[in-house]
């Protein structure tokens, strides 16, 4: 079946516009991940969407961050004004409903944005 | 203090022989979870192997095992046998139960592994 699908692969912009990057999960999974990865560093936690619940954004950098995710399906993170320091991978991820044996992440090929 | 420390950003191994990647982890919650993913140049992650806190035996999948030390609180991935296309960054990464429900997990700044004839 169909992975975690993430577009566009690869975003230039100039500082100061707002991008917005997508996120389509694994059917029938529901929780969903964004991670941001900048160059020669680990995995950095964004947000977690499970379900209905209200979302945890405990990992959002600045009020210039934004996600939403609409009919517990695909997910949009949006960077107003962006940054040179916004210049990173931007990957998702999702898990069916929590495992709690293993919780593996399945992972999409994430966004590469680039601010200029 | 890093939460999840990988002191090599770089291995070479040959192929057929054995590696050792390094993870050492730091965490007050008793309850936890260990993971190794692999992100080859493609850019995708990649889950390896997992490793609980409450687990008494080491995870074996595979190739892979992980060797849970946990008084020492180490964490190392164990590849037998390398092959060529296990060249790739690996990342050892965690999950606190107190950080809430889900998969939040902290990540290592990882290891770029390449295996050579």
């Known amino acids: 079946g169909a992975g975690v699908s993430q577009s566009p692969s690869n975003k230039v912009t100039e500082k100061g516009k707002d991008v917005e990057l997508r996120c389509d999960p694994i059917?029938?999974?529901?929780?969903l991940y964004w991670y941001r990865q900048s160059l020669g560093q680990g995995l950095e936690f964004l947000i977690y969407?499970?379900?209905?619940?209200?979302?945890?954004k405990s990992g959002l950098p600045s009020d210039r961050f934004s996600a939403e995710r609409t009919g517990g399906s695909v997910s949009t993170l949006t960077i107003q004004r962006t940054q040179q320091e916004d210049s990173a991978v931007y990957l998702c991820?999702?898990?069916?409903?929590?495992?709690?044996?293993?919780?593996?992440?399945?992972f999409g090929e994430g966004s590469r944005l680039t601010v200029l | 203090a890093q939460k999840i420390t990988q002191t090599q950003p770089g291995m070479f191994v040959q192929e057929k022989e054995a590696v050792t990647l390094d993870c050492t982890y730091d965490?007050?919650?008793?309850?936890?979870?260990l993971f190794w993913y692999k992100q080859p140049s493609s850019g995708e992650m990649i889950f390896l192997i997992y490793?609980?806190?409450?687990?008494?035996q080491n995870a074996t999948e595979g190739r892979y095992s992980l060797n849970f030390q946990k008084a020492r609180k180490s964490a190392n991935l164990v590849i037998s046998a390398s092959q060529l296309g296990d060249s790739a960054m690996y990342f050892c990464?965690?999950?606190?139960?107190?950080?809430?429900?889900?998969?939040?997990?902290?990540f290592g700044t990882g290891t770029q592994l390449k295996v050579e004839l």
């Open positions: 991820a999702s898990t069916p409903l929590f495992d709690a044996n293993t919780g593996e992440l399945f």
């Open positions: 059917s029938g999974h529901t929780a």
């Open positions: 969407f499970q379900g209905n619940s209200a979302p945890d």
């Open positions: 965490t007050s919650d008793p309850s936890y979870g």
């Open positions: 490793q609980g806190s409450y687990d008494q």
């Open positions: 990464a965690m999950r606190e139960a107190f950080t809430g429900g889900g998969n939040k997990l902290t």
